[in-house]
């Protein structure tokens, strides 16, 4: 079992910048991919980064150069740098991990409880 714990959520004004943190702990060798998704209220889950044990990254088309993920190995931590932030920006966003390759749909193993992230106009 892996264990995944988000920090870093809060309000910020819309332009802000907020740095998500999900620490894993447990099995971590099945942490090939950490990964950030948000839902909004009556909405679906959706994609918005990942990123590989290689080093590769992927982001939802809505990013667009706003957010960077990273990684730090060594803790096995996975991080979510969101600048010029837009009220369209509030959600839960949740941390995930799977074992194997980057996907975009939900197909992840772990899950993390979420942190909330509201942006006010």
């Known amino acids: 079992q892996v264990q995944l714990v988000e920090s870093g959520g809060g309000l910020v004004q819309a332009g802000g910048s907020l740095r998500l943190s999900c620490a894993a702990s447990g099995r971590t060798s099945s942490t090939y991919t950490m990964g950030w998704f948000r839902q909004a209220p009556g909405k679906e889950r959706e994609f918005v980064a990942a990123?590989?044990?290689?080093?590769?990254?992927y982001y939802g088309d809505f990013v667009k150069g706003r957010f960077t993920i990273s990684r730090d190995y060594a803790k096995n931590t996975v991080y979510l740098q969101m600048n010029s932030l837009k009220p369209e920006d509030t959600a839960v966003y949740y941390c995930a991990a799977r074992p194997s390759l980057i996907v975009t749909m939900t197909d992840y193993d772990y899950w993390g409880q979420g942190t909330q992230v509201t942006v006010s106009s």
């Open positions: 990123m590989s044990l290689g080093g590769g990254t």
